[in-house]
């Protein structure tokens, strides 16, 4: 990890819906318009209105919690049981984080268990599993708990996903302390510089579209990949657009 302009990204997400995936944009209305360098907050002072800046990303944000009021599932706890030694059927990210994001459900109890169950409750690919029989926080620690098999009990989070920018890099560093392995499809935010370009960024957008610790980069200028894909991308763009994911919940 270092605090250069290095960072990756993941896959595909489900927001809210798991058969349905919404992307929450903060870009302004125009592919024009830059995050830029200071002075100053990096918003362009002709972008300031929210009519035209993050307008659509707000007004669905918002729309969406009115569903979730409604009653759409936003997290869920599941009781599974398999043999210790068993696989539960699930492919994972990067275990550096404080959930576990899910990449693809294989054949197993997890697949036997969407099998059983109306949609709103399977578990999908882009899911985050917040909690495993009473341990939570520590991506390690639930993944070890899950590797224990016998009775389970998953706490389930549907993901929130939103992209930054465009936002210019400026002096070339993004401001990030990252972490990946070659082979995931993400990159996770572990810290943050004192400056740097998404440092600035966050000064100027609400909390819920801030970049934030345990994010998951899981695009770059519109395109997924590999890990070292994403940080490749980030390192030789000046402009760069973050498709990002989290738990909802």
């Known amino acids: 990890m270092s605090c250069v302009a290095c960072c990756a990204a993941i896959a595909e997400t489900a927001t809210f819906n798991p058969k349905q995936t919404t992307v929450y944009s903060h870009a302004a209305a125009s592919p024009d318009v830059l995050w830029d360098d ?35 599932v936003w997290a869920f706890d599941v009781l599974l049981t398999w043999p210790p030694g068993q696989s539960a059927g699930l492919r994972l990210d990067s275990i550096d984080g404080s959930a576990l994001r899910i990449m693809e459900v294989a054949p197993g109890p997890v697949a036997m268990y969407n099998d059983s169950v ?36 998953l706490a389930i989070s549907r993901p929130f996903v939103f992209t930054t920018g465009p936002i210019r ?32 960024y966050n000064t100027c957008v609400e909390s819920d579209l801030q970049v934030k610790l345990n994010d998951y ?33």
């Open 118 to 153: 109306e949609p709103e409750r399977q578990i999908c690919p882009g899911d985050f599993i917040i909690e495993v029989s009473g341990i939570r926080k520590t991506a390690k620690e639930m993944f070890r708990e899950l590797l224990k098999g016998g009775d389970v009990k």
């Open 38 to 72: 200071p002075p100053g907050c990096p918003v362009p002072p002709e972008v300031i209105d929210e009519a035209r800046v993050g307008a659509q990303s707000l007004v669905e944000a918002r729309a969406a919690a009115a569903a979730a009021a409604a009653g759409e």
């Open 169 to 200: 890099k400026g002096d070339g560093a993004i401001g990030l302390d990252l972490s990946y392995h070659p082979k995931a499809g993400s990159v996770i935010v572990q810290g943050f510089c004192d400056e740097g370009a998404i440092p600035r």
């Open 217 to 249: 980069i899981v695009g770059v200028n519109g395109d997924g990949g590999t890990a070292v894909e994403l940080v490749q991308r980030l390192t030789n763009s000046e402009v760069i657009e973050l498709r990002i994911t989290r738990p909802a919940c």
